[in-house]
């Protein structure tokens, strides 16, 4: 993928948060509380919460000191008494500023259109997985992928996506995966589990692979089959 710059990294995020008021804005209780299957303490209602919080301490200059799961709690807990559609207004309001502050514009329009499609799954909606949106958080993933096998000490990966093919270097000769710009932006975040993410179309053992891209913990494979609602079934 070509180098994005800022702008166009706002237009990627801002056309997830469209979609995501799209889906949300009109949803009765019951709906908002449901439970989002990669984001287990979350409801619906919480991941859009988060989403306006993060955008709120970006703007503030706010950013984690006792922990990730502290600062993203906050953000929750700061917008679960209100309305959805007051926290979607706020989050409208709020602009997108092109700059260099954290966290970065990259990594914010790689978290939204994540939780874009998480929620788009816990309400059993076919989100549309070819948008430039996706491509770009399949661009996070990669860069994401990359960092985790060097330093995890693992082979690199060929990945062909309906963009071509890429190098994604590791410390080993590469192995390949062929996939698509979304399933490899699943992946990374853990949106599968562990049989899944094996059973992807890969040339060679992906143990290795896997075991180094979540070492971190920041992301984790999932406990169980994701049921993925463009087909039904799981990946």
């Known amino acids: 993928m070509t180098d994005l710059d800022l702008n166009e990294l706002r237009t990627s995020y801002e056309a997830s948060q469209r979609r995501i008021d799209s889906m949300t804005r009109t949803l009765d209780t019951e709906s908002l ?22 955008l709120e301490d970006r703007r503030a200059g706010r950013m984690p000191t006792d922990g990730f799961s502290d600062w993203t709690g906050a953000q929750v807990l700061r917008h679960r008494d209100e309305p959805v559609a007051e926290v979607l207004d706020e989050w409208r309001d709020l602009p997108v500023d092109v700059s260099d502050a954290p966290p970065s514009l990259l990594a914010l329009a790689f978290d939204v ?7 788009a799954q816990a309400l059993g909606v076919e ?22 096998l060097t330093s995890g000490d693992a ?6 996506t309906e963009d071509g093919d890429q190098l994604i270097e590791g410390t080993a000769s590469p192995i390949a995966l062929h996939t698509t710009s979304f399933e490899l932006m699943r992946l990374v975040t853990g949106r599968m589990s562990r049989a899944q993410a ?7 053992d992906a143990s290795l692979v896997l075991d180094a891209l979540f070492a971190d913990g920041f992301f984790t494979l999932q406990p169980r089959d994701v049921l993925d609602p463009r087909r039904g079934a799981t990946t």
Request: proline residues 5%; contains cysteine.
């Open 127 to 148: 989100g549309d997985t070819t948008t430039d949106s996706v491509r770009v958080g399949a661009r996070r993933a990669a860069e994401r992928m990359a960092a985790m």
């Open 198 to 204: 094996t059973s992807l179309a890969w040339d060679g």
């Open 33 to 54: 509380a449901t439970f989002v299957p990669c984001c287990p303490a979350w409801t619906v209602k919480d991941v859009v919460g988060h989403l306006t919080g993060l």
């Open 113 to 119: 259109v994540t939780h874009e499609f998480d929620i």
């Open 155 to 160: 082979p690199g990966v060929v990945v062909t």
